[in-house]
Nanobody, 119 residues
Framework: VQLQAFGGGLVQAGDSLRLSCAAS????????VGWFRQAPGKDREWVGK????????FYTDSVKGRFIISRDNIKNTAYLQMNSLKPEDTAVYYC?????????????WGQGTLVTVSS
């Protein structure tokens, strides 16, 4: 199983950025997808998740109304659309997958992609 997150970069506050998470080696539609981030010197933080079908999403409070998680089960790819970015969104972002949407831990993790938001 491989998850590859990409799309990070350097942006300015207020900009938008879309991260992608390409999955292989698994039946993607059978897995929930989560996004996490880790800012420099801080603990890893859960950002949000999406159900297998993509109909339902959940987000941490700090990104609600700004971030949108979606998925394309044909392309085996999930997305994290980030709008109105703030400097505090600067972090390495990771995508995860698990068959259990309610799992406390996630089975598969991708390598991170760095997002830097300048003020």
């Amino acid at each position: 199983v491989q998850l590859q997150a990409f799309g990070g970069g350097l942006v300015q506050a207020g900009d938008s950025l879309r991260l992608s998470c390409a999955a292989s080696g698994l039946i993607f539609k059978n897995y929930a997808v989560g996004w996490f981030r880790q800012a420099p010197g801080k603990d890893r933080e859960w950002v949000g998740k999406i159900t297998l079908s993509g109909r339902t999403t959940f987000y941490t409070d700090s990104v609600k109304g700004r971030f949108i998680i979606s998925r394309d089960n044909i392309k085996n790819t999930a997305y994290l659309q980030m709008n109105s970015l703030k400097p505090e969104d600067t972090a390495v972002y990771y995508c995860t997958a698990d068959k259990n949407f309610l799992a406390a831990s996630w089975s598969y993790w991708g390598q991170g992609t760095l997002v830097t938001v300048s003020s």
